[in-house]
């Protein structure tokens, strides 16, 4: 492989195989004497290979490098730098790494070579150690009755570390910003909901320009805790009968509550908010809120909470009355509210349409046959908004008493011979009369 020179130049010619230092100034590496050659002449660098195998194909690169100025040397020296961790070498001066990480720490050595004048080759070599320095690597640790994450029940007690897995230099403090603790520790006993936050913490180190490197690591404490149920209107609730109905259980919880309504045992709800439509006297009673959930643990919480309910609707009326009577009797009305909400007294007796008598006893003393008909019983109640029930009962009352005779159309009894002659009896009776017309002349 041909490496020519067109003038004499300062430096050295190396030839490099995948960038590996093969020959310096045409003497050969230590291992690689049996195996290259370069070609004699001032200006000729020709490379030859011996006993080519496949262990020799490679990037040949046949280069000139100028003597470092921190390189005392006559003639003048070869700059190599070479690193234990490398697999390549730099045949460069100057030692350059770009973005460096702290993989690449470690002991760097620059060797200079030269050929003296019979042809001997000579070198000397120093190294440096490069010390890579970064901010301080943290990590929370949990102990305690809590889950690795931060979970943890509220009452229960959990200790953190801030710790330093990583560092250079090493961490000069180390403290949690929230609680402003001097310490690595952050101490949790019998926890409340209102710690329920992130936690930071930091660290710091000084670097070699006296900069400062901070690393820091946050953990957001969950504080879970059973369920509180709240309700925004009053526990004993009132409506009227045929309305709708609707309450909301407020559940605060962590984490989320599962949430039901039940009533004699039954779930009417699945979630928060109870609908109850059209609702009538038989769903008056207590309406029970549950509230569970479940912590990192698998242990669960639960709380219940009750609501009152009182439906109210008019009064039941009931008329008592032994409905046949004779004129002259004494007769007494009884009117009874079997079933209101609320109780009520409040009855008033109606006949035609005309208030008769208040209260539920109404008593008629000699009763004549002007007395009988229908007679209806009222009461009524008040509800929580002031609006008013009612509920009513009727009873006919029947008075016996002889016929009482009337004849109508009857011309003064008076008609034309050849004429027909209508006249109508009518009989006011009960029970009713069997009417009859008699002339004089019969017997």
């Known amino acids: 492989m041909k490496c020519r020179l067109n003038e004499t130049r300062v430096g050295s010619v190396v030839w490099e195989k995948d960038t590996t230092i093969i ?12 195996k290259y050659n370069i070609a004699d002449g001032d200006l000729n660098y020709d490379l030859h290979v011996y006993n080519i195998g496949l262990d020799d194909e490679g990037v040949y690169e046949c280069k000139h490098s100028r003597q470092s100025p921190n390189a005392d040397a006559n003639p003048m020296a070869t700059i190599q730098w070479d690193n234990t961790a490398w697999k390549n070498t730099s045949s460069d001066a100057d030692l350059i790494l770009v973005d460096v990480e702290r993989s690449d720490e470690g ?71 929230t609680l402003s603790s001097d310490t690595e520790w952050l101490n949790f006993t019998d926890v409340k909901r209102d710690q329920d936050r992130n936690y930071s913490c930091e660290a710091r180190n000084t670097f070699w320009n006296k900069e400062n490197g901070i690393g820091s690591v946050s953990i957001a404490v969950n504080v879970q805790y059973i369920p509180v149920i709240t309700f925004s209107d009053l526990r004993e609730r009132m409506l009227v009968e045929g309305r709708n109905f609707s309450s909301i259980c407020n559940v605060s919880a962590n984490p989320p509550a599962d949430v039901e309504w039940k009533y004699n045992e039954q779930t009417v709800g699945s979630s928060d908010l109870l609908e109850l439509s059209n609702v009538n006297r038989t769903m008056s009673g207590e309406y029970i809120c549950h509230a569970s959930n479940v912590f990192w643990n698998g242990s669960h919480g639960l709380d219940t909470d009750t609501i009152n309910l009182d439906v109210q609707y008019p009064p039941t009326v009931v008329i008592s009355l032994l409905t046949v009577y004779e004129v002259g009797d004494n007769v007494t009305l009884n009117c009874s509210v079997v079933d209101a909400n609320p109780i009520t007294d409040n009855i008033t007796w109606y006949r035609n349409g005309q208030v008769v008598h208040y209260s539920a006893m109404y008593t008629l003393n000699n009763i004549t046959r002007d007395d009988k008909g229908e007679y209806e019983c009222r009461a009524t109640n008040i509800y929580f908004d002031d609006s008013m029930g009612m509920g009513n009962d009727t009873t006919t009352l029947i008075v016996h008493h002889k016929p009482k005779v009337d004849i109508s159309n009857h011309k003064d009894g008076k008609v034309i011979e050849g004429e027909d002659y209508t006249a109508t009896c009518s009989a006011d009776a009960e029970p009713q009369a069997n009417i009859t017309w008699i002339y004089a002349g019969d017997t």
Request: aromatic share 8%; charged share 20%.
């Open 23 to 34: 020959a310096i100034n045409k003497i050969i590496e230590n291992g690689f004497v049996s």
């Open 107 to 177: 002991t760097y050595t620059c060797r200079a070579t030269n050929l003296l004048y019979n042809n001997e080759p000579r070198n000397d070599s120093k190294a440096v150690f490069l010390s890579v320095e970064f901010k301080p690597e943290l990590t929370a640790v949990i102990s305690g009755e809590a889950s690795e994450r931060g979970d943890i029940i509220e009452g229960s007690s959990m200790n953190i570390l801030c710790l330093v897995r990583e560092s250079n230099p090493s961490a000069e403090s180390v403290h949690w910003l």
